[in-house]
């Protein structure tokens, strides 16, 4: 019987490196909900939870416990995979941001046509029918960057 060969699609993380990463969420999650209601919702014990933070390392289904208290608490872990989790029904973020994008730049070129009602200067009527998109991008550009504002926020909760 020949033996078949394991192939990796990610990186490995040793145990102490898995422990140290996942302790950076747990860390989080105690200075975000308090030591004892993250220990009560994971149904451990508080002396548990202090041997997991210092060296401990959680079963699986606390681990996953975690996770469905705080979809952020296994950040480090995934990053070192270089892996992510999303829902199984999500969307691309940005379909919509790219779709507004090319609308955008294709508004700029007709607007900046040498054949157009202006030539290369943009005519307030030109200013105006691109108005719609332009208020589009502005709004979608400032959910992005209050986005990164929140994922600022959440990391130096660390």
Known sequence: ??????????????????HDLLMVG??????????????DELEIS??????????????????V???CI????LSEVLDALGVRIVPKEAACDVDDLNVLMARALVKINEATHPDGPGGRTITHSEY????????????A??????????IRGHRSAA
């Not at 508080?46 to 681990?63: H, V, W």
Request: proline residues 1%.
């Open 1 to 18: 019987m020949q033996r078949t060969t394991i192939v990796r699609k990610g990186g490995r993380i040793g145990k102490a490196r898995l």
């Open 26 to 39: 747990w860390q989080r999650c105690v200075a975000k909900f308090g030591r004892e209601a993250f220990a």
């Open 46 to 63: 508080t002396e548990a939870l202090r041997k997991q933070l210092s060296g401990s390392m959680p079963d699986f289904s606390t681990i």
């Open 65 to 67: 416990a975690a996770y």
């Open 70 to 73: 705080d979809d952020d608490v």
């Open 128 to 139: 105006l029918d691109g108005e719609l998109v332009m208020r589009q991008i502005h709004k």
């Open 141 to 150: 550009s400032g959910a992005w960057v209050e986005q990164c504002a929140v």
